[in-house]
């Protein structure tokens, strides 16, 4: 069973900067893009950041230049540092996992999701 825990998420004033990170545990043998999302009360999840397996990466017009999205496919870690907060970007981080491949199938995984709220 895969399973991915996100940590790094709290309460920030407006301009102020997070890190978010993503771990993975569990048995697999290759992962695919990693990524990114974000839900705000009362809208749909949106993708926030994403890399893909060969480093290339992809970001919301909303997050450009504010965040940068990494990962380290030794500690199956993603991170996403985010700076200069808005309180728009108040929203449950979920962390994704795509083309996680086990032994009995190829899947995608979510996280339980990490509370950001940026807030004076």
């Known amino acids: 069973q895969v399973q991915l825990v996100e940590s790094g998420g709290g309460l920030v004033q407006p301009g102020g900067s997070l890190r978010l990170s993503c771990a993975a545990s569990g048995s697999f043998s290759s992962i695919g893009a990693m990524g990114w999302y974000r839900q705000a009360p009362g809208k749909q999840r949106e993708l ?4 893909a397996s060969g480093g290339t990466t992809n970001y919301a017009d909303s997050v450009k230049g504010r ?36 032994f009995a199938r190829t899947s995608d995984y979510w996280g339980r999701g990490t509370q950001v709220t940026v807030s004076s």
């Open 48 to 51: 926030v950041a994403a890399i």
């Open 67 to 102: 965040c940068t999205i990494s990962r380290d496919n030794a500690k199956i870690v993603v991170d996403l540092q985010m700076n200069s907060l808005k309180p728009e970007d108040t929203a449950v981080y979920y962390c994704k996992f795509m083309g996680v491949r086990t």
